[in-house]
């Protein structure tokens, strides 16, 4: 079985009830996080984890509500473990150079911390893998593949498919329908995928906002996506604009009319069970 679970569903536009985009991904033992929004620690905590219990952060891609609270599970992860336990951080090109400003900017916490405790004798222990297309990793219980995205201009972007016991589950972060993905996808028993509502979206005349539309999934295509691959499961999240309640039913109508399967969305700390 793997477990999914949402742990922030919302955008870079402040929402109180939904955090920035992060799915916990839980599957032999091992525990994945993919992409670290705002208030991504306090979601761990939520659904029964930590910064402390993760075998490896994935990034999809840089932007930074994808990113923002990098630093919170570096610092957090420091000082909850009491051996050496660096945290791992896959991502794309320029991963590295996000892990050294964010630790740059911890330096003033990471010398008042190695001064007052003697236990602590260095800065936060990171291991950054950039990744690009292909194998990430096996260890005989889990395996993790990566495949390019299109969410340009923002480039690279991944989307990461994790297997175990016979089962699969895809993190696509934001993209546009693309070959690569459905190559991912092909299948999966579930797709985790941000949908946006492009039919309400084009009628807001702001130009930031109309910028939204060429470069996320709407519902129809992230379904239509899900459908090519055969995937059984399409898990929406990320909702832009907010998924307002009472209008659930109206974004599985959406996907419903493009793809037969199971259709889920929600709340922050949703949790599904694949196989």
């Not at 495949?147 to 546009?176: F, K, M, N």
């Not at 028993?189 to 946006?196: N, P």
């Not at 493009?258 to 969305?265: Q, S």
Request: proline share 7%.
């Amino acid at each position: 079985m793997i477990e999914v679970t949402l742990l922030g569903t919302g955008s870079p536009l402040p929402d109180p009830g939904r955090a920035g985009p992060a799915t916990l991904v839980r599957a032999g033992g091992r525990t994945f996080l993919v992409d670290a929004g705002r208030g991504v620690v306090m979601r761990l905590a939520g659904a029964g984890s930590g910064a402390n219990a993760l075998d490896a952060v994935l990034l999809t891609h840089l932007h930074s509500d994808h990113t923002t609270d990098v630093g919170d599970l570096v610092t957090t992860r420091w000082i909850t473990t009491f051996a050496p336990s660096p945290l791992s951080v896959v991502g794309p090109p320029g991963t590295g150079a996000l892990v050294e400003g964010v630790l740059a900017s911890l330096a003033a916490d990471i010398r008042y911390r190695t001064t007052h405790h003697a236990d602590l004798e260095g800065p936060p222990p990171v291991d950054v893998l950039e990744v690009g297309p292909g194998p990430v990793r096996d260890d005989g219980e889990v395996v993790v593949t990566a495949a390019a995205t299109d969410h340009r201009p923002v480039e690279p972007t991944l989307a990461y498919r994790i297997e175990h016991d016979g089962h699969a589950v895809v993190l696509a972060g934001d993209t546009v329908p693309c070959a690569t993905l459905d190559e991912l996808c092909a299948g999966a028993d579930a797709l985790v995928i941000t949908a946006i509502r492009k039919d309400v979206l084009e009628h807001v005349p702001l130009p930031r906002l109309q910028d939204v539309l060429d470069y996320h999934s709407s519902v129809e295509e992230a379904a239509q996506t899900a459908a090519r691959a055969g995937v059984g499961t399409l898990v929406l999240t990320h909702y832009v604009p907010a998924l307002v309640p009472g209008t659930e039913d109206e974004w599985r109508e959406r996907a419903a009319a493009h793809f037969d399967g199971d259709v889920v969305l929600g709340d922050d700390l949703l949790r599904v069970e694949i196989g």
